[in-house]
């Protein structure tokens, strides 16, 4: 199984930083790599799809870059409504899999 | 729009059984990939298992493979999951999920979820 690395498992940051998520594979993967935003008690929301392509409706504040190995997602300037719990998932390969995920908090 | 609803939850003793369903609308049914993926409480994402469109084809995760099976009924819209043998480690939200199509396996749009306990 391909493992995915996601770092740091928490940050917390001020409205208006910019934030910078990082996830690795453990093999490559191309740009077979996904991002997703979920917040308590809901369903994850599609962000970004094949490393940096962005999903329909979402703000451009996002954005993703990587291929082979080492990714990231890019948050420019955080926002109250940002505050969530950030997950990577590569789809090389089955089975699917996700970093542990990454937890923004307010400072 | 898209709307999917996951019931079937609930308690069940280890070893146990319990189907869970997906009802589905806003889109062509027939057309796309489904997932189901579970959380357990407080931890991460783990996916769990897919199927095709007309569900000939079916992929499972290793800790549920001979336990779990998936399909789907087209014409009812519905997706399932019937879940054997349950263990306590499967206790978590299960989410169903189309995928993004395109030739991208992504889980894209969620339900918001059926809590299973398996607890005695």
């Known amino acids: 199984d391909i493992q995915m690395t996601q770092s740091p498992s928490s940050l917390s940051a001020s409205v208006g930083d910019r934030v910078t998520i990082t996830c690795r594979a453990s093999q490559g993967i191309s740009n077979y790599l996904a991002w997703f935003q979920q917040k308590p008690g809901k369903a994850p929301k599609s962000l970004i799809y094949a490393a940096s392509s962005l999903q329909s409706g979402v703000p451009s504040k996002f954005s993703g870059s990587g291929s082979g190995t080492d990714f990231t997602l890019t948050i420019s300037s955080l926002q109250p409504e940002d505050f969530a719990t950030y997950y990577c998932?590569?789809?090389?390969?089955?089975?699917?899999?996700f970093g542990g995920g990454t937890k923004v908090e307010i400072k | 729009e898209v709307q999917l609803v996951e019931s079937g939850g609930g308690l069940v003793q280890p070893g146990g059984s319990l189907r869970l369903s997906c009802a589905v609308s806003g889109f062509t049914f027939s057309s796309y990939w489904m997932h189901w993926v579970r959380q357990a409480p407080g931890k991460g994402l783990v996916w769990v298992s897919r199927?095709?469109?007309?569900?000939?084809?079916?992929?499972?995760a290793d800790s549920v493979e001979g336990r779990f099976t998936i399909s789907r009924d087209n014409a009812k819209n519905t997706l399932y999951l019937q879940m054997n043998s349950l263990r306590a480690e499967d206790t978590a939200v299960y989410y169903c999920a189309r995928d993004f199509g395109t030739g991208a396996t992504i889980p894209h749009y969620w339900g918001q979820g059926t809590l299973v306990t398996v607890s005695s």
């Open positions: 199927i095709n469109s007309d569900g000939s084809s079916t992929t499972y």
């Open positions: 998932q590569q789809y090389h390969n089955y089975p699917l899999t």
